[in-house]
Every structure is written in structure tokens, then in C-alpha cells.
């Protein structure tokens, strides 16, 4: 079956599925019926040390050259022992490398030491996220003194890393801690994937996903696993906290929004006094619990109910004014920036209450929102940008790939039924003029015909697919990769 690419502005068009839209349901997002099972996508697979060729169907860009680089779990039991949660599987790097149009691939699971000792004893010796280990014999007397301890007090630690090693071996040496946030709720501080900086400022962000400290602590003890102690707290609010990230001072002024939470960020940039954040963010916090493999491996209505009950992110603006002082006047917009729907207002001292606005027009909703945010980074990183990039989600996992103009707000999308592409990654043409010259490159893989993988190549300015690259193994659905130029 050809891809279909479709380009919406005003209207709705909704790629031809079997699972149709049928209503709002209460998290006032599309209701989808009949969604195809998934589970082959999240089974243990044998890593592929060695290169081995690719089929490749169509043309692959000859100034391609370099490395596609990707993670993702890849192993989700030792033995007679399984993991529970989608972030517990044995972490495999995989690898597409790119030279005069041909492509080859090869994998290995990450040599961690959870990896070496589960191997070592075929069962699983390293509690993970959402899986305990074997209980400890001990835990009765733990319990009784962890009743008498009294928790260390939490701090957020932002930390800079120097951009180049001295020699191949360093890790993190000569990195320092750039300043300390203290969280709202020292026993219960915020949990964070990602933060966002511009060129600038750090913006930490704060969100309503909390994390009990003390079940987390006594986690293995009552043999429960880390998630137990994470939980979204809707009466919270969302905040930032801006860090100069030349000389380490946290802000006094504390920007508040609605209770979100977010994974990825988009961009952040400033411009005219402001700060432009964007980033990909629900209205709810609880997906991270619901990730389980026994939901991701679920079919029919079960699967249908699962995905109905979770909230979408979808890709939303926030401007900051970065000159609040005590004069500002409270009770007045300070966005000031036209065609801006966003609003801040000082509600008191040291404190601005946002609203964002969207960076996306109602046909979104059509695609499940968008998550695993890109951009051209090399070119646009920290600066004004026109152009991004992400996966819809009419499934548990990303099930088409979309653009997003936000001249106009229109998107531009890959979609074929039954494949189920990754988070796309851009590349720059060589002589690149416009932001959008180069390819994006994505992973995609099916549950319905075993080692069908293929490496998408689609050029970034049309939309359109200038080839693939099969491989004849399968993969995982994973999740972030990054892409190597080669000289």
C-alpha cells in the first residue's frame, strides 16, 4: 500500500483507518473504536552486533552520510521474570548508518550493570521504575527503622557539563552543579524528563507529577515498584523557574500555569523582553502509570479502553516577560507581542499567572495531538523558528508523522495503516537556504509482518518519501535517537 501524505489547513481530513473518531469522551478528545493490537512491538528481540545490509526501495539522498543513532528498551524479561512498566526493558542501541545511498544496521543491548547482573543470573537482580527485584530478607527491620528516619530534605540540581572531553574515557568530569531549586514540597518533589534553555536561561519546570519520597525509598522494601511512589496532583499548579545560565541566579519571579505536564520541550527562544516556550504538554499527568506492558500488549475493547481514558498532549506556546520588577502593574496582560493569544499577568509580588496558546489549528485533535517534539536544531536551536516535527498519536505509540507550519498553523502528514513510525529526526541538506531543507529519517515498524522494519526517508520541505531502507530484523518501538554526520 503507497503512504498517503496529507496536507490540512481548514479542513479535517482524517486518514483511512479502521479505528474511526466517533465522539469527545470525557477527556474531551476523539474516541477511537477497533485500534490493532500492538503487543508485537513491545516483545524481547535479539541484538545484530554486526552490520548487515539494508533493501533499499526508492532513492536515499547520497549527501546523507553519517549515523542515525536510537534507543529504546529491547529486552522485557530474564527468565521466568518480566517487567511490568514500558521504561523497565534493557535498554538497546540501535544503528543505521548512512554512506552513498545504501544503509546498514546493527544493535547491542547497553552493558549496564542491571544488564550484567540480570544476565549473570537469567532473573531479574535490579528493580527498575514500575518492577521490584526479589524482596529483601531483611525488610522487617528496615521498615522499623525507616518508621523512625526522617527524610533528607530534596533539591532540583541543574547541572553544567563542559562541551568537550579531554580524553575519550571521561564521563562527567569537570561538571558542576550551575544552581539549586528548592521544591515546593521537599518529601514530595516534582518529577522531571527534560528541561528547556534558550540562549540564556534554563527554564525548569515543575509539575504536578509528584513523587513521594519516602514509598520511593521503602519501594523494594514493601515489594513495590519506584511508579507506586509517583502520582499527579491536578489541585497543583505548573511552575517555571528561570535560571541564568551564565551566572547561576535563579529568578525571584515564579511563572504559575494550570496544573500540565510535559515530557519534551519544542524550542525556547527570546525575543523583545520575552521568553517563547514551547513544548509538548497534557492536561493530565497519570499516562506515565498507565505504560504498563500489559497495557501496551492488550486488544479489542481492553485496548480501545485504555487508550480512550488518556489525555493527548498536544504543542502549546507560553510567553514570560523576563523584566517583571516591583513596579510592574498587576490586572494587565504583559504579552504584548502581536498575533500573541498567549497571556501573563502579575498577580503578585514575584508571581505570573500564564495562559498558552496553541501552536497547532483544530485538525490536530484528528491525529491524536503530537508527541517526540524536533526541530532543525543545528540552525534553530534557542532561535525564532518556523517549522516542527513529531509523531500523531491515534494509537498508545506514535502511528503517523506530521509538521507543523506555524505560519498559518498548518500540518503536513505521513501516514500508511499498520505502521507505526518513530520519533523523526532532521537533517540539513549540505547547502541548506530555507529551515526546512533536508530529510527527516524515522524508524518505522508494524505488528502485522515479522522483520519489516524499515529506515523512512522523507524530504522535509514536501513531505514527500524519497525512499526506505528495509531490515530484515525486528525492532522494538522505541523512543529518542540523534543523528551522526560523518565528514
Avoid at 13 to 18: A, G, H, L, N, V
Avoid at 250 to 276: C, P, R, W, Y
Wanted: charged share 25%; hydrophobic share 35%; aromatic share 12%.
Amino acid at each position: 500500500m503507497p503512504p498517503v501524505k496529507l496536507e490540512v489547513s481548514d479542513a479535517t481530513i482524517t486518514p483511512s483507518s479502521d479505528a474511526k473518531p466517533k465522539q469527545l469522551n470525557k477527556c474531551n478528545q476523539l474516541e477511537l473504536k477497533g485500534l490493532e493490537s500492538i503487543a508485537p512491538l513491545v516483545r524481547s528481540v535479539e541484538e545484530t552486533p554486526e552490520p548487515i545490509a539494508t533493501e533499499v526501495c526508492g532513492t536515499i539522498p547520497t549527501w546523507i552520510r553519517g549515523s542515525l543513532l536510537r534507543n529504546g528498551p529491547g529486552k522485557f524479561e530474564f527468565g521466568n521474570q518480566h517487567y511490568n512498566h514500558w521504561f523497565d526493558g534493557m535498554a538497546m542501541l540501535h544503528q543505521f548508518k548512512i554512506e552513498d545511498g545504501k544503509v546498514t544496521y546493527r544493535s547491542r543491548f547497553l552493558q549496564s550493570d542491571a544488564y550484567k547482573k540480570n544476565s549473570e543470573r537469567d532473573r531479574i537482580m535490579v528493580s527498575e521504575f514500575g518492577t521490584v527485584a526479589m524482596p529483601d530478607p531483611c525488610k522487617n527491620f528496615f521498615l522499623r527503622f525507616l518508621s523512625r528516619f526522617e527524610m533528607i530534605g530534596a533539591l532540583y540540581n541543574i547541572i553544567k557539563v563542559p562541551p568537550m572531553k579531554n580524553n575519550p574515557e571521561e564521563t562527567l568530569e569537570g561538571a558542576k552543579v550551575l544552581c539549586s531549586i528548592v521544591p515546593a514540597d521537599k518529601a514530595r518533589p516534582s518529577y522531571y524528563h527534560s528541561f528547556a534553555m534558550s540562549e540564556n536561561y534554563v527554564v525548569f519546570i515543575e509539575q504536578p507529577i509528584k513523587m513521594d519520597l519516602l514509598k520511593i525509598v521503602t519501594a523494594k522494601l514493601r515489594g513495590k515498584g519506584i511508579s507506586e511512589g509517583v502520582y499527579w496532583d491536578p489541585k497543583q499548579d505548573t511552575v517555571f523557574h528561570l535560571v541564568d545560565k551564565h551566572k547561576g541566579q535563579t529568578s525571584s519571579v515564579k511563572f504559575h500555569t494550570k496544573a500540565l505536564s510535559v515530557f519534551h520541550q519544542i524550542n525556547a527562544f527570546e525575543e523583545d523582553g520575552f521568553l517563547m516556550l514551547d513544548m509538548c504538554c497534557s492536561d493530565n499527568g497519570e499516562a506515565i502509570n498507565n505504560y504498563l506492558i500489559q497495557n501496551l500488549r492488550k486488544s479489542g475493547e481492553a485496548l480501545d479502553q485504555v487508550y480512550n481514558t488518556m489525555y493527548r498532549a498536544f504543542p502549546r506556546r507560553f510567553v514570560l516577560p523576563l523584566n517583571v520588577t516591583n513596579n510592574t502593574p498587576t490586572g494587565v496582560n504583559l504579552n504584548t507581542r502581536p498575533a500573541s493569544s498567549a497571556t501573563s499577568f502579575k498577580t503578585a509580588i514575584d508571581k505570573v499567572v500564564c495562559q498558552f496558546e496553541d501552536l497547532h489549528g483544530e485538525d490536530l485533535y484528528e491525529y491524536g495531538g503530537l508527541e517526540f517534539p524536533q526541530i532543525n536544531y543545528s540552525k534553530f536551536n534557542t532561535r525564532p523558528y518556523r517549522y516542527f516535527y513529531g509523531c500523531g498519536f491515534r494509537h498508545l505509540v506514535g502511528d503517523s508523522l506530521l509538521k507543523i507550519d506555524l505560519e498559518g498553523k498548518k500540518v503536513k502528514v505521513w501516514y500508511q495503516k499498520g505502521l507505526f513510525p518513530s520519533e523523526p529526526v532532521f537533517v540539513p541538506s549540505p547547502e541548506a537556504v530555507e529551515e526546512d531543507d533536508g530529510v527527516i529519517l524515522s524508524v518505522v515498524v508494524t505488528p502485522t509482518e515479522d522483520k519489516s522494519t524499515f529506515l523512512l526517508v522523507l524530504d522535509a520541505k514536501t513531505w514527500e518519501e524519497l525512499g526506505r531502507a528495509e531490515v530484515p530484523v525486528n525492532i522494538p518501538y522505541g523512543f529518542h535517537g540523534t543523528f551522526n554526520t560523518t565528514a
